[in-house]
């Protein structure tokens, strides 16, 4: 819960089938990226009137280092210009944008528009957009487990502290990945442990707010129980 009393959702998002939609299109790959930024400028700006307080997508794994060159240099200027246009308008709509991931291996102006982009919006409550950037879900977790080690306590409770520890591992209480296929991709796995998942075969340039709004009514039509009854077991036991 961010920045207001109201229990708000965390939603994460797979942002996938952008190179379907491009080459459907007889167009470059890269493409399908550039819509894909205009896709989530769509949810970034429905998200706070859906009650989502926390925002987490997917731009770039670890593992996409190895796609061509061509591709990843177009997702990087992506990035940076995402970063660079979009902190005066995100910080304007009450949003704070953060990153997660390695930064060591991006471009260095980028690292630093980051950094810049995360300080100019730190005030934001109205929504806490976080963008995953040379990312992979394990990898965090042997983070945690290191940070531990090196804090001294490398007990069951220290790690459980380190993975827990302020905003960076929020529980996420939905997940979306658009696209059709319905795997996790590294993405987020210690915080999607009890995640609401919904998968839609919407390529992710096409994605937009009626369906995000879709995605959270069904949300709030599940039952979620952690591993215990729900209320519905417990009424009629
Ligand atoms: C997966 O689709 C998508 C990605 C690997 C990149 C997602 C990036 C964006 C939506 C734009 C960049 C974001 C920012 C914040 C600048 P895919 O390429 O694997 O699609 P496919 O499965 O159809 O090939």
């Not at 804090?151 to 209480?173: C, I, N, Y």
Request: glycine letters at 10%; aromatic letters at 6%; a neutral charge.
């Amino acid at each position: 819960m961010e920045g207001s009393r109201v229990k708000t959702i965390h939603a994460a998002i797979i942002m996938d089938g952008n190179g379907r939609w491009a080459t459907r299109r007889g167009m470059p790959r890269q493409a399908g990226h550039a819509a894909g930024v205009e896709a989530l400028g769509r949810v970034v700006e429905a998200a706070p009137d859906l009650g989502i307080g926390t925002l987490t997508v997917y731009a770039f794994s670890v593992d996409n280092w190895q796609r061509p060159k061509v591709e990843v240099t177009a997702l990087m200027a992506l990035l940076r210009r995402y970063i660079e246009n979009e902190t005066r308008r995100l910080a304007e709509g009450g949003a704070r944008i953060t990153v997660i991931g390695r930064r060591d291996r991006l471009p260095g102006d980028i690292a630093i528009a980051i950094a810049s982009a995360e300080r100019a919006t730190a005030g934001g409550t109205r929504l806490h957009l976080r963008v995953a950037v040379d990312y992979s879900a394990r990898d965090a977790i042997v983070e945690a487990a290191m940070a531990a080690a090196r804090s001294g306590d490398a007990t069951r409770e220290g790690l459980s502290q380190q993975l827990t520890e302020g905003s960076a591992h929020r529980d996420v209480d939905l997940l979306i990945r658009t696209g059709g296929e319905k795997r996790l991709s590294d993405f987020l796995l210690w915080e999607c442990a009890y995640a609401e998942l919904y998968f839609t075969d919407r390529l992710w340039p096409d994605f937009g707010a009626e369906d995000l709004a879709a995605a959270v009514a069904e949300f709030h039509a599940r039952e979620r129980r952690f591993g215990g009854l729900g209320p519905s077991a417990v009424s009629a036991a």
